[in-house]
């Protein structure tokens, strides 16, 4: 049975997901091969370039793949891999997009994230799993791939991957792929260890040795790479969680001598929630009356699934529903 | 971008059906959406919807509300979810649930229309929008104003003094100030407006329609809604668009008069004064040269363009300044040609 949605559901599609990941990685000619009132939207969204085969209904009547082949063969010349998202209709009449549509290129077919097979998130993780088996880059041993970059997360994705980068580069470690923020060919060949800048959207390549979300998470992880790195130096990052913990707590005495704690709700992507709902009731001792997440939040998150809230339901623990008054929404 | 070999009569840019349902259905202030699709296409419209409506200064947020599609209901029928979520949606009592369909319940052949048609607890209006495989947004927008006229109640009196203004671009940036130009001609002719169809109005209000004595289309040169379904339906005498240009806004006045029995003499020397003070208020452009710049988008109503700048003194000339025109929403009456002339300034004195 159908999920019935009783609000604006929060979240794009797979598809738009699928085509976030793949428009990142710079070489990758990506096609939305659907209709153009999806491809508007997620062009609307998505920073990297994106094209459209703008179907209508005569092509899902006789066919869609001579029009996927046009669209392809104007943008192999500037494309190191033609990449094609599927969406709904195509997907549904069960079309073969393989090579002959495809001016003759072999093509990346990301066929599972048609909008119906779930959220933004689901396609992201969708697409990364299509990308072809990747071997470990020699070269890139002692390096770290950085993942949770996803570029419909502005302005939050370009600084959480400087961020990162800052961080890796203080502790001497040099940084192997950017998931989605990189070349194809980067991407293609990844490093062993990965860290994550979003756990939300993850890319399940390479072994994970932690997030980067909060303060305790970024030292717990470079804590993890120094074991596995016996060259890398976290102690600078050690430092500067230390100063930045100690600029948290300078600012939150300061609130606190003039008020109480502060009753907090928390809406946004689950990640950012639970990082934000571990500072509030850390420094600020607030109470989390509310955390509703616009993704399905991961097992042991804080959060409530958004729709669930609005729909008048509660938590195990009581939180959301109608009762509660908060006087920080963040 | 491949461009080439477009089918005879559709378009492959002009967005999704479903939107068009909802740049009508969400001014209907009590009433509720239901998109018959993934979720992916409700949010996809909700948020475009929100956003543009943000833009406007508008923060209210229209009920809007899916059925969520999934995998299963793809393969074994949508059907059984969209009863299920009708019934949510009646039990709540709205006004009316408009009911789109989109091109996935299409597709795997859901019978829309007959769950629709059931004895519901509350009026369910079906939308045939069918995405892309249902046209475009256009065909959403006339759709809905079409299917929302059931609500209409048998006429009473018309009143010769009032006028429905149909079809607005509830969209489009300048939609509260087009309104207002047109409110300010009629009511040079003591014509009220009886309804906005449909622009934050209720179900109720549609009731009222048949009232007026006069129609007034946003833009119906085609005769697609005024010609072929409200004139039939309602018999009332329509205008069919929102004037554009100096002569053509005198010319609304004379057939609004003509057509409400008034006489438009006074009303149309009025305005014609306030068109004169255009030239005075724009002297400082006499003289000047511009050239006019559609991006290829239309049609571009070349003749309005050069008909005000001959007005105001301007000359046009390919080596004159590029002024790019609008590609949608043309100035809607004199003071939209007004708000036009102030861009022409800045882009010839920029």
């Known amino acids: ?330 | 971008m491949n461009l080439k070999s477009l089918p005879g009569r559709t378009s492959r840019f002009e967005g999704c059906t479903v939107m068009g349902v909802l740049s009508v259905s969400a001014f209907l202030t009590d009433a509720v959406t239901l998109i018959h699709g993934p979720d992916g296409c409700s949010h996809i419209n909700a948020s475009l919807l929100h956003t543009t409506l943000a833009e406007h200064d508008i923060f209210r947020i229209p009920e809007i509300v899916s059925t969520g599609l999934g995998e299963n209901e793809i393969i074994f029928g949508g059907e059984d979810a969209l009863q299920e979520v009708l019934t949510d949606v009646c039990a709540d009592d709205p006004a009316a649930v408009v009911v789109a369909s989109t091109c996935v319940s299409e597709t795997i052949g859901d019978d829309v229309a007959g769950i629709c048609s059931q004895p519901w607890d509350c009026p369910v209006i079906y939308v045939p929008s069918s995405g892309f495989l249902g046209g475009t947004f256009v065909d959403g927008y006339t759709g809905t104003l079409t299917a929302l006229s059931s609500f209409i109640t048998p006429p009473g009196e018309q009143n010769p003094g009032k006028v429905n203004i149909i079809g607005e671009k509830n969209l489009e940036f300048e939609a509260e100030d087009n309104f207002q130009e047109v409110s300010r001609l009629l009511g040079m002719l003591d014509l009220d407006v009886n309804i906005r169809y449909v622009r934050d109005i209720t179900v109720e209000d549609i009731g009222k329609f048949g009232d007026a004595g006069l129609n007034l289309f946003r833009e119906d040169k085609c005769g697609v809604l005024g010609g072929r379904h409200f004139d039939a339906c309602t018999g009332i005498p329509s205008l069919p668009e929102f004037p554009v240009g100096l002569s053509a806004t005198l010319q609304f006045i004379r057939d609004a008069g003509r057509l409400t029995g008034r006489d438009t003499t006074d009303a149309v020397r009025a305005e014609e004064e306030q068109q004169a003070g255009l030239a005075d208020e724009f002297s400082d452009l006499a003289g000047e040269y511009v050239t006019f710049d559609s991006f290829g988008f239309q049609s571009a109503e070349m003749d309005m363009f050069a008909e005000v700048a001959k007005a105001v003194g301007i000359r046009v000339s390919e080596e004159g300044t590029v002024i790019p025109i609008p590609p949608f929403c043309m100035p809607v009456g004199t003071l939209g040609l007004r708000r036009m002339l102030r861009q022409w300034r800045r882009f010839i004195n920029g």
Request: with cysteine; aromatic share 6%.
């Open chain 1, 1 to 330: 049975m159908a999920k019935p949605c009783t609000t604006p559901p929060l979240w794009p599609c797979a598809m738009v997901g699928a085509a976030a990941a793949m428009a990142g990685l710079d070489g990758a000619g990506v096609i939305i091969h659907g209709a153009s009132g999806c491809y508007f939207f997620a062009d609307s969204l998505i920073p990297d370039p994106v094209n459209c085969t703008y179907l209508v209904e005569d092509e899902v009547i006789f066919g869609t793949g001579e029009r996927l082949h046009e669209v392809a063969e104007a943008l192999v010349p500037f494309s190191e891999k033609i990449v094609v998202i599927n969406t709904c209709v195509p997907a549904t009449i069960g079309e073969d997009l393989g090579p002959p549509y495809c001016a003759g290129c072999d093509p990346l077919i990301i066929d599972a994230p048609p909008g119906y097979c779930g959220d933004m998130t689901d396609g992201y993780r969708l697409a990364l799993a299509a990308l072809p088996p990747t071997e470990t880059d020699p070269s890139r041993e002692g390096g770290v791939n950085i993942d949770g970059l996803i570029s419909t997360d502005p302005p939050f994705a370009v600084g959480n991957r400087m961020e990162a980068e800052r961080l890796l580069a203080c502790a001497g470690i040099p940084v192997a792929a950017r998931y989605c923020a990189d070349t194809l060919a980067s991407a293609m060949k990844p490093a062993e260890m990965t860290v994550t800048a979003l756990p939300d959207v993850a890319s399940g390549i390479g072994q994970s040795v932690g997030s980067l979300c909060g303060l305790d998470a970024i030292e717990s992880t470079f804590c993890a790479l120094s074991d596995l790195f016996p060259d890398a130096d976290s102690g600078p990052v050690t430092d500067i969680c230390e100063e930045t913990e100690e600029l948290v707590v300078k600012a939150c005495d300061r609130y606190l001598r003039v008020n109480d704690p502060p009753r907090v709700a928390l809406f946004g992507m689950a990640g950012y929630i639970d990082m934000a709902a571990d500072l509030f009731s850390t420094f600020l001792d607030a109470e989390i009356c509310g955390a509703g997440a616009r993704n399905q939040p991961p097992e042991g998150s804080l959060c409530t699934w958004a729709p669930r809230i609005w729909g008048g339901e509660t938590d195990d623990r009581g939180r959301g529903g109608s009762g509660s008054d908060p006087r920080v929404p963040v």
